[in-house]
């Protein structure tokens, strides 16, 4: 279950870094049609509402979709090479962009566990997922 969290004043894009920085996964959730979603932003993408909450997630989620990138096309990735990118939903409803962390080579992993994991690159703290044991 969530719970709603307090915002402090700033853009959506701001709060939702800062609760990244305090190791927290939050997402917003609309007042008006329960629609939850992720990236952070200023209205409701199913009905355009601007009354919503910030929520924190649990950390559960499922893999939806991923690819592993042998090609780095961005230089900063470059060292990072094969890295993986994924399409988690999470159990409170939202998906999201992440990568996926501590997987065996060649593993297909579409519609498993995963639990919430953070990493630090690039000096902050970024959500990781990882697969959850049995």
């Known amino acids: 279950m969530s719970k709603t969290v307090e915002a402090p004043a700033s853009t959506p894009a701001e709060t939702h870094r800062a609760a990244l920085d305090d190791r927290r996964l939050t997402y917003q959730r609309c007042r008006s049609c329960e629609q939850a979603w992720l990236p952070a932003r200023e209205e409701c993408p199913k009905c355009w509402s601007s009354d919503w909450v910030w929520e924190e997630a649990s950390g559960k989620a499922e893999v939806v979709s991923w690819v592993v990138y ?4 961005d230089k900063r990735f ?13 159990a409170e409803g939202p998906r999201m962009v992440t990568n996926l962390i501590d997987l065996s080579e060649g593993e297909d992993v579409i519609g498993q566990a995963v639990t919430l994991a953070f990493e ?8 990781r997922f990882k697969l959850r044991g049995p």
């Open 120 to 127: 630090e690159e690039f000096d902050r703290p970024l959500p």
């Open 70 to 73: 042998h090609t780095a096309f």
């Open 78 to 90: 470059a060292g990072h090479l094969p890295y993986n990118v994924a399409v988690v939903q999470l």
